[in-house]
């Protein structure tokens, strides 16, 4: 099987937008692929973090990616900043990447924003840690939204330069992995703007741990515009709220917009929110459930997270280890 390499920063919460676009796939992608899944406690220091609220955010969403259902006996689950290789690769990474690579990449251009100079050098060399993440495993497949295949097409022009500075065919090329059922979730309050745990209005999402009146309330005062549902597809692409609600119905059921217009067309956003709002309990409740389970055992949880490491860094260390013999470093540390 081929081996995919997924990431979750841990800031801020888990939303339905990082279910839906991103776990729900981790999911089904574990029976048919050898699976590496790590919550980036390294990327998210890229802008400032409370230490105590990342240590506690990062042990919550490794345990939304578990009550979602990822399964650490038959995959890897682990904190980035628990395996050493990804900060050593990285820093090879930087010394092969070129700063007129960097330099395009347009998501450091959005997160820099106006003021740019002020950012962290670590959120401008962002992709290149990403880069060591993938090619600290071998990975060859890496599932991605459209904000991060510019990321990966610099990993491929990284590993690309890397072989060919050392003469060597050592790092794999990388596959985008897109799947059919993936689904860019929008915000409540703006359907042009993604759905972000960074977002200053949290009704602007859903977050996988509100409960039943929480996410009631949301729904219910999400944006909308005043026409009924339509019943082609066609008909949505000037309406983008309502086209986002359609559009998670459908990624919440497996079906597709065209499937959920068919069994709603005409009705009201009244009728129709309420249909959402008991689509989303029933299948956000067993995660926040089990969610808090799992954190109500953090002993337990960490002793998880410490056997993945162990499992991650096992595969690893050894190709981490021959990056640095290629490049040319003596090598003196105990293995």
């Known amino acids: 099987m081929q081996r995919v390499f997924?990431?979750?920063?841990?800031?801020?919460?888990?939303?339905?937008?990082?279910?839906?676009?991103?776990?729900?796939?981790?999911?089904?992608?574990?029976?048919?692929?050898d699976c590496i899944f790590c919550v980036v406690d390294l990327h998210a220091i890229t802008t400032w973090q409370d230490p105590a609220a990342l240590r506690q955010q990062s042990l919550e969403m490794a345990a939304v990616v578990l009550a979602c259902g990822v399964d650490p006996a038959r995959h890897i689950l682990f904190l980035q900043s628990t395996v050493r290789a990804h900060a050593q690769l990285a820093w090879i990474f930087n010394c092969v990447a070129r700063l007129g690579w960097l330099n395009r990449m347009t998501q450091f251009k959005d997160k820099a924003g106006k003021d740019r100079e002020s950012a962290s050098s670590g959120l401008y060399v962002y992709p290149n840690l990403m880069a060591a993440d993938i090619h600290a495993y071998h990975a060859t497949r890496v599932p991605v939204g459209d904000d991060q295949r510019q990321h990966?097409?610099?990993?491929?022009?990284?590993?690309?330069?890397?072989?060919?500075?050392?003469?060597?065919?050592?790092?794999?090329?990388?596959?985008p992995v897109i799947l059919a059922t993936g689904a860019r979730v929008m915000s409540l309050r703006d359907g042009t703007k993604k759905m972000s745990k960074?977002?200053?209005?949290?009704?602007?999402r859903i977050n996988l741990s509100d409960?039943?009146?929480?996410?009631?309330?949301?729904?219910?005062?999400?944006?909308?515009?005043?026409?009924?549902?339509?019943?082609?597809?066609?008909?949505?692409?000037?309406?983008?709220?309502a086209r986002n609600l359609v559009g998670?119905?459908?990624?919440?059921?497996?079906?597709?917009?065209?499937?959920?217009?068919?069994?709603?067309?005409?009705?009201?956003?009244?009728?129709?929110?309420?249909?959402?709002?008991?689509?989303?309990?029933?299948?956000?409740?067993?995660?926040?459930?089990?969610?808090?389970?799992?954190?109500s055992d953090q002993g337990a949880l960490t002793d998880l997270l410490r056997s993945g490491a162990e499992r991650a860094a096992a595969i690893a260390d050894p190709i981490v280890n021959e990056a640095e013999r290629l490049v040319g470093f003596v090598g003196l540390r105990k293995s």
Do not use: C
């Open 152 to 175: 990966l097409e610099l990993a491929n022009d990284i590993a690309q330069k890397f072989n060919h500075d050392y003469g060597v065919d050592f790092f794999p090329n990388i596959e």
């Open 198 to 204: 960074s977002d200053p209005s949290d009704q602007s």
């Open 248 to 295: 998670i119905y459908a990624a919440l059921t497996d079906s597709d917009p065209a499937s959920v217009l068919n069994e709603h067309a005409g009705q009201g956003f009244g009728p129709f929110k309420n249909a959402l709002t008991e689509l989303l309990v029933t299948k956000l409740a067993p995660i926040a459930s089990e969610t808090n389970r799992l954190l």
């Open 211 to 241: 409960d039943a009146d929480t996410i009631a309330l949301k729904i219910r005062r999400a944006k909308t515009d005043p026409m009924p549902l339509p019943s082609e597809v066609e008909e949505l692409a000037d309406r983008p709220e």
């Open 6 to 33: 997924s990431g979750i920063q841990p800031s801020g919460g888990s939303t339905l937008g990082n279910y839906l676009g991103a776990i729900r796939n981790w999911v089904k992608l574990q029976d048919d692929h």
